[in-house]
């Protein structure tokens, strides 16, 4: 699983890397984009559509699967805070069995429809016929790495409850003085 691991976490860590360039595009564009609207009274008439289709979902599918990963999502902290070690693998165990089917599903339209968004040249109308199969196509990238990760967990999870070793980390719990 080392292996597997060392893969998912080197394709999360280029993900999050690449979301974190967008993120600073989306603002240099946007500081742009006022300055010429303001300034000028030029603005940039890609602006939107650009951060809206391509920058801000490659931000967000592209960072999921490594914010999952550090535990950094929205947990239930204070549920968790009550579970003993025990009940917080169980609690990730039924966690990862709920929401893999979800997420694969996900992936799997979320790859149809960036095939036939492609195959079929699909482009939004407007100034610019901006194609719609990149912004599709960050969804099953994310999502299924996701799935991926989670598959692993989960896999990861029960060794820990079966042999009684840390073979993945448990999520952290923040207490109420702030420590984990």
Request: with cysteine; charged share 15%; hydrophobic share 60%.
């Amino acid at each position: 699983m080392n292996a597997i691991e060392r893969l998912i976490a080197g394709i999360e860590k280029l993900f999050d890397g690449v979301a974190a360039v967008l993120m600073l595009l989306i603002m240099v564009i946007v500081v742009a984009d006022v300055t010429m609207r303001y300034i000028f009274n030029r603005p940039l008439i890609w602006a939107y559509d650009m951060i809206g289709l391509y920058l801000m979902a490659g931000v967000f599918f592209l960072s999921i699967s490594g914010t999952y990963a550090l535990h950094k999502h929205i947990g239930l902290d204070i549920l968790l805070q009550r579970f003993s070690l025990r009940g917080r693998r169980l609690a990730e165990v039924l966690t990862c069995l709920v929401s893999l089917p979800m997420f694969f599903f996900i992936a799997q339209v979320g790859a149809e429809r960036a095939y036939v968004n492609f195959v079929s040249g699909d482009a939004m109308s407007g100034l610019i016929a901006w194609p719609t199969w990149i912004a599709s196509a960050l969804v099953p990238l994310g999502v299924g790495l996701l799935v991926l990760r989670m598959l692993l967990r989960l896999v990861g999870q029960i060794l820990s409850l079966v042999t009684g070793r840390d073979v993945v980390d448990i999520i952290p719990v923040i207490t109420t003085d702030g420590a984990e």
